[in-house]
């Protein structure tokens, strides 16, 4: 529900014209999403964990750092969900494994229903944030084009490079399997 909220948010500063949105937006330099350990630290956990995004964030305090790097090194929700099949018998390796896995828990919803479950509710985060990502970047094309974003990343450009990234492709993929 929360990301459902955060994505709902944008339809406000939709309401704004470019110049209204500027003005407000310098009340916002430096902090974005570019620059938030909390955003990084959701990423981390789903699994997009690209180290290199603890050298560009800036003015992070030195917990935050630690929380970051713990997130690193801890398993990810996905390896929890890889544990949890295996522990109910399923293979998750080779990829073509997991696969066949997913789908015996997709077909028999009564046996294996609180994985499917689940699986679902991971989806359902991952599709939330992928929302958010189109989102974020359609608004901030409409308020400030192709200016640099608030955090010091390339802005619009930027944006569009993170669209397609998904905490989950098996579970992308099993639909298209099913």
Not at 20 to 31: K, Q
Not at 91 to 107: G, I, N, Q, R, Y
Not at 151 to 166: D, H, K, M, Q
Request: glycine share 6%; aromatic share 8%.
């Amino acid at each position: 529900m929360v990301e459902q909220l955060l994505v709902q948010q944008v339809d406000v500063i939709d309401t704004m014209t470019p110049q209204d949105f500027l003005a407000f937006r310098t009340v916002l330099a430096p902090a974005s999403g570019f620059q938030s350990a909390q955003f990084r630290e959701i990423e981390f956990i789903s699994g997009l964990k690209d180290p290199a995004f603890l050298d560009r964030l800036r003015g992070l305090e030195r917990g935050e750092e630690q929380r970051l790097r713990r997130r690193l090194a801890e398993p990810t929700l996905w390896d929890g969900y890889l544990a949890l099949l295996r522990a109910h018998g399923f293979a998750t390796e080779p990829e073509d494994a997991l696969t066949a896995s997913l789908v015996t828990v997709a077909h028999d919803r009564e046996r294996h229903g609180a994985l499917w479950d689940l699986a679902e509710a991971l989806l359902a985060h991952d599709q939330a944030c992928a929302l958010w990502r189109a989102r974020h970047v359609l608004m901030a094309e409409r308020q400030i084009g192709t200016k640099t974003g608030t955090g010091g990343s390339a802005g619009s450009p930027y944006l569009r490079s993170r669209l397609e990234a998904r905490f989950y492709p098996a579970l992308w993929h099993l639909r298209a399997v099913l």
